[in-house]
């Protein structure tokens, strides 16, 4: 086989230029796309060549200062200058692509296809091993891997490393559960009929003492994506039995909680075994608990759906349908699970004056009725919306028209000590 440059060579190459300073390079890591099938269709000794081909075809595209080494099989590193122009970079790539995929020699020709990922060297020099990780990362979690002959990503610039992230939270999270960092927030659901206040939502809020509150949509995706959100979910429904115990006993009064369900629970056959270790911790009325499924989440799981629900439902607690019209609605869902309640996703009150969003709204509220199911509207902003809500005999609504979430405490001293309520004489 071809005396290729090997990756301690490229090491070498790698350290001069960041000790040099010179500027306007990127570590490029590169892999033949579905080389294992070409290997099985041909022989080893056809791979072998093609390993070969890659190799001889890049060393001579690249231009002085450019360097390339075979790190392994068919994955390579090359260290290249990088355009500032964006444009300029995409061209280059595609004229990499094009001369690996129409090398002129049988039986490649047409057929080869590459994965690139690309990572920028920062004016900050940062050590070899860092620079391979963060090019191979970019490869590696394209979104466009699966779909197109050939792929790339820029560290920095088309990709960023949600890994770094998630491996902060997962440092971060427990302590922040010990110190009380991470909060209980409630969203009240206004009864439509009388205009108090009996239920909420348990929603999750990470302050920290010096970021203050962390946007949701900074940690909860990770949390969700890497499984970190089971331990917020059973940290969040605790204080929701504490609660609901400690109302009822001060002031006589059983307000509703519902906790949403999230989708790696959901998942896990075990995960209700969870919530009853907890539970048993701080027993809590039973019909004070709803568990909300997203529509989502449950989207053509008929039967998993079933079993869940059976079996929140024989312990005693209750299940809601959460963004029903959000785009997945399955109707399956709702004949097939004893489903207590149906929340009207929040993009169906975008526009008061549209008649189709109101003929969507009134039937599915039929269907709700129709089925003995509690309603609610969440994501409600305007009077407009409740009093058409209310002339149809919704039950709840649930939004910003009356109530933002709040600390669990802002709720006790408005709802259940001053007994606060919505007059809709006022609205």
């Known amino acids: 086989m071809k005396d290729m440059k090997n990756?301690?060579?490229?090491?070498?190459?790698?350290?001069?230029?960041?000790?040099?300073?010179?500027?306007?390079?990127?570590?490029?890591?590169?892999?033949?796309?579905?080389f294992r099938i070409f290997n099985r269709l041909y022989d080893r000794e056809t791979g072998d060549l093609l390993i070969e081909k890659v190799y001889e075809v890049l060393?001579?595209?690249?231009?002085?200062?450019?360097?390339?080494?075979?790190?392994?099989?068919?994955?390579?590193?090359?260290?290249?200058?990088?355009?500032?122009?964006?444009?300029?970079?995409?061209?280059?790539?595609?004229?990499?692509?094009?001369?690996v995929r129409d090398m002129p020699y049988e039986p490649f020709q047409g057929k080869i296809f590459s994965g690139l990922g690309i990572f920028p060297l920062p004016e900050e020099p940062v050590d070899f091993y860092t620079a391979q990780y963060n090019a191979d990362i970019c490869r590696n979690e394209c979104p466009?891997?699966?779909?197109?002959?050939?792929?790339?990503?820029?560290?920095?610039?088309?990709?960023?490393?949600?890994?770094?992230?998630?491996?902060?939270?997962?440092?971060?999270?427990?302590?922040?559960?010990?110190?009380?960092?991470?909060?209980?927030?409630?969203?009240?659901?206004?009864?439509?009929?009388?205009?108090?206040?009996?239920r909420a939502e348990a929603l999750v809020r990470w302050i920290d003492p010096?970021?203050?509150?962390?946007?949701?949509?900074?940690?909860?995706?990770?949390?969700?994506?890497?499984?970190?959100?089971?331990?917020?979910?059973?940290?969040?429904?605790?204080?929701?039995?504490?609660?609901?115990?400690?109302?009822?006993?001060?002031?006589?009064?059983?307000?509703?909680?519902?906790?949403?369900l999230s989708r790696c629970a959901f998942e896990?056959?075990?995960?209700?075994?969870?919530?009853?270790?907890?539970y048993a911790k701080d027993p809590c009325p039973k019909d004070c608990i709803e568990f909300e499924l997203l529509e989502s989440i449950v989207l053509n799981q008929v039967e998993r759906v079933k079993?869940?629900?059976?079996?929140?439902?024989?312990?005693?607690?209750?299940?809601?349908?959460?963004?029903?019209?959000?785009?997945?609605?399955?109707?399956s869902v709702l004949t097939n699970a004893?489903?207590?309640?149906?929340?009207?996703?929040?993009?169906?009150?975008?526009?008061?004056?549209?008649?189709?969003?109101?003929?969507?709204?009134?039937?599915?509220?039929?269907?709700?009725?129709?089925?003995?199911?509690?309603?609610v509207a969440e994501g409600v902003e305007t009077r407009g919306y409740v009093d058409f809500l209310r002339e149809l005999g919704c039950d709840y609504v649930q939004g910003y028209v009356y109530y933002k979430p709040m600390p669990a405490e802002e709720f006790e001293e408005r709802f259940l000590v001053n007994g606060e309520k919505v007059s809709f004489d006022e609205s």
């Open 144 to 198: 466009q891997s699966p779909y197109r002959n050939s792929h790339f990503e820029v560290y920095g610039v088309t990709y960023r490393d949600n890994n770094l992230l998630a491996f902060d939270l997962a440092q971060n999270l427990l302590p922040a559960i010990e110190a009380g960092h991470i909060k209980l927030y409630l969203q009240p659901k206004v009864d439509l009929r009388t205009g108090e206040i009996t």
């Open 7 to 34: 990756e301690p060579w490229l090491m070498d190459k790698y350290n001069q230029v960041c000790q040099s300073r010179i500027p306007g390079y990127a570590l490029v890591s590169l892999k033949i796309k579905r």
């Open 338 to 375: 004893d489903l207590s309640t149906l929340k009207i996703d929040r993009s169906l009150f975008m526009n008061e004056n549209d008649t189709r969003e109101q003929i969507i709204i009134r039937n599915i509220l039929k269907t709700a009725q129709a089925l003995h199911m509690k309603s």
């Open 210 to 260: 010096e970021k203050g509150m962390i946007p949701v949509g900074d940690f909860l995706p990770s949390l969700e994506e890497n499984g970190l959100i089971e331990e917020v979910d059973l940290y969040l429904f605790g204080k929701v039995c504490r609660l609901i115990n400690q109302w009822k006993e001060k002031y006589g009064r059983k307000i509703c909680i519902s906790v949403n």
């Open 59 to 99: 060393e001579d595209w690249l231009e002085d200062g450019e360097y390339i080494a075979r790190i392994y099989l068919d994955y390579y590193n090359i260290l290249m200058r990088f355009p500032d122009d964006y444009d300029a970079l995409f061209a280059r790539v595609i004229e990499m692509n094009r001369i």
């Open 307 to 331: 079993r869940v629900v059976t079996e929140i439902k024989d312990f005693g607690f209750s299940c809601s349908l959460d963004d029903f019209g959000s785009g997945y609605s399955s109707f």
């Open 268 to 278: 896990y056959i075990y995960f209700f075994k969870d919530y009853q270790k907890v």
